[in-house]
């Protein structure tokens, strides 16, 4: 699911539904601009064209205000400065809020960070960022603390800041042959690093749910009444298909960044990609990844034929593709139906009034258009 920023603009989204149009048209030349909106308002998780307006008439209605003294802690924290302006929201995910400040030194871009990403997983990330950029992909530079760490206690919150960057919006979906080919030669660029990895594979990427932790779900979201409860029933014998994929332990392990999604990347000038996020980096095999990376890039909202074939060729520029199997997928299937259990788990029980509106609308999407190992086979098919 796509997420709205917190300072939305309606020129904004029109530009993207103008430019999702371009893409309909490369494999359906009569497509309007009307099918183009709706498909835009759908990856926003609203209904329709008009809803997508009317929640963003309220967002600028309702901007959130940085708690006080926020930026100024983290300015301190991160020896960036004093204070010019007061700290602006720029869009709530699954970690929490990210928000803007600048001061005398910069401007800058502070992003919550889960509790497990660490100032060591965090530099294992930076060591993957600097060969990347060595190699020229582009990303932000992180913003350092006078303690030599990247992440810092900022009132009982794991922190990160960077350089603030001029960038462009994440692609749209389904992305067009020319980005898609641009993400290929992205993660080729990123493969042919192979900084090898002695650790495993994280557990989050592995962990398969017994039977039994999924129908006490389905009871839970039954109690809580919620109006999807019956949709996840439908669903769970999909679950169980994709978990009859198994992962076959790789040979070799190489450092990759194991979070490349859409939105994790922006578009600056010339269609150049920015690889924003870094912090979830670690072991996967080059088959493991692109498994994950195809049902991210080209799998939503539908399996993109045309953009697959332009991502293997992108790749295929630096680096040549490997055989792909079902089993290529099990990380990626691992990654999505714990993704989709903790979804449906927050929107049962949320921490808050925010992620109760996010994780409510991430289990609709995840069960409205649940991985399939029809999907993964066709991802299989050039």
């Given at each position: 699911?796509?997420?709205?920023?917190?300072?939305?603009?309606?020129?904004?989204?029109?530009k993207e539904a103008k430019d999702l149009l371009?893409?309909?048209?490369?494999?359906?030349?009569?497509?309007?601009?009307?099918?183009?909106?709706?498909?835009?308002?759908?990856?926003?998780?609203?209904?329709?064209?008009?809803?997508?307006?009317?929640?963003?008439?309220?967002?600028?209605?309702?901007?959130?205000?940085?708690?006080?003294?926020?930026?100024?802690?983290?300015?301190?924290?991160?020896?960036?400065?004093?204070?010019?302006?007061?700290?602006?929201?720029?869009?709530?995910?699954?970690?929490?809020?990210?928000?803007?400040?600048?001061?005398?030194?910069?401007?800058?871009?502070?992003?919550?960070?889960?509790?497990?990403?660490?100032?060591?997983?965090?530099?294992?990330?930076?060591?993957?960022?600097?060969?990347?950029?060595?190699?020229?992909?582009?990303?932000?530079?992180?913003?350092?603390?006078?303690?030599?760490?990247?992440?810092?206690?900022?009132?009982?919150?794991?922190?990160?800041?960077?350089?603030?960057?001029?960038?462009?919006?994440?692609?749209?979906?389904?992305?067009?042959?020319?980005?898609?080919?641009?993400?290929?030669?992205?993660?080729?660029?990123?493969?042919?690093?192979?900084?090898?990895?002695?650790?495993?594979?994280?557990?989050?990427?592995?962990?398969?749910?017994?039977?039994?932790?999924?129908?006490?779900?389905?009871?839970?979201?039954?109690?809580?009444?919620?109006?999807?409860?019956?949709?996840?029933?439908?669903?769970?014998?999909?679950?169980?298909?994709?978990?009859?994929?198994?992962?076959?332990?790789?040979?070799?392990?190489?450092?990759?960044n194991r979070n490349l999604n859409p939105e994790?990347?922006?578009?600056?000038?010339?269609?150049?990609?920015?690889?924003?996020?870094?912090?979830?980096?670690?072991?996967?095999?080059?088959?493991?990844?692109?498994?994950?990376?195809?049902?991210?890039?080209?799998?939503?909202?539908?399996?993109?034929?045309?953009?697959?074939?332009?991502?293997?060729?992108?790749?295929?520029?630096?680096?040549?593709?490997?055989?792909?199997?079902?089993?290529?997928?099990?990380?990626?299937?691992?990654?999505?139906?714990?993704?989709?259990?903790?979804?449906?788990?927050?929107?049962?029980?949320?921490?808050?009034?925010?992620?109760?509106?996010?994780?409510?609308?991430?289990?609709?999407?995840?069960?409205?258009r649940p991985m399939t190992r029809g999907g993964?086979?066709?991802?299989?098919?050039?």
């Open positions: 699911m796509k997420l709205l920023p917190d300072r939305p603009s309606i020129e904004y989204l029109r371009a893409v309909l048209r490369e494999s359906t030349p009569g497509a309007s601009l009307a099918d183009a909106q709706r498909a835009l308002a759908a990856e926003y998780g609203v209904r329709d064209w008009p809803a997508l307006k009317a929640e963003v008439e309220r967002r600028a209605a309702d901007t959130p205000t940085a708690p006080e003294g926020l930026a100024e802690d983290l300015a301190e924290a991160f020896d960036l400065g004093t204070l010019t302006e007061p700290a602006k929201p720029v869009l709530f995910t699954a970690m929490g809020r990210c928000w803007e400040f600048r001061t005398d030194r910069g401007r800058w871009l502070a992003v919550t960070v889960y509790d497990w990403i660490t100032d060591e997983q965090a530099k294992l990330g930076a060591r993957l960022r600097d060969a990347a950029v060595a190699a020229g992909v582009a990303a932000p530079a992180a913003a350092i603390s006078p303690h030599g760490r990247l992440i810092e206690k900022v009132r009982g919150g794991n922190w990160r800041v960077h350089e603030w960057l001029e960038v462009g919006p994440e692609p749209v979906l389904p992305v067009s042959t020319a980005m898609a080919r641009r993400a290929g030669a992205l993660f080729g660029t990123l493969h042919a690093l192979a900084i090898p990895s002695d650790e495993p594979i994280h557990g989050y990427l592995t962990y398969r749910r017994s039977e039994a932790e999924w129908q006490h779900l389905l009871g839970r979201a039954r109690a809580a009444g919620k109006p999807w409860a019956e949709q996840l029933e439908a669903r769970l014998p999909v679950f169980r298909e994709l978990q009859a994929i198994e992962l076959e332990a790789p040979d070799e392990l190489m450092l990759c994790n990347v922006r578009q600056g000038r010339d269609g150049e990609l920015t690889v924003m996020e870094w912090d979830f980096a670690g072991s996967l095999s080059p088959e493991l990844e692109l498994g994950s990376a195809l049902t991210q890039w080209l799998m939503r909202p539908h399996v993109n034929q045309r953009g697959l074939s332009a991502f293997r060729d992108g790749y295929g520029e630096v680096r040549e593709w490997p055989k792909l199997g079902l089993d290529s997928f099990a990380v990626a299937i691992s990654g999505w139906l714990n993704w989709t259990y903790n979804a449906i788990c927050e929107a049962i029980d949320p921490e808050d009034a925010e992620r109760a509106v996010f994780a409510e609308r991430e289990a609709v999407e995840v069960l409205d993964l086979e066709q991802l299989l098919v050039v």
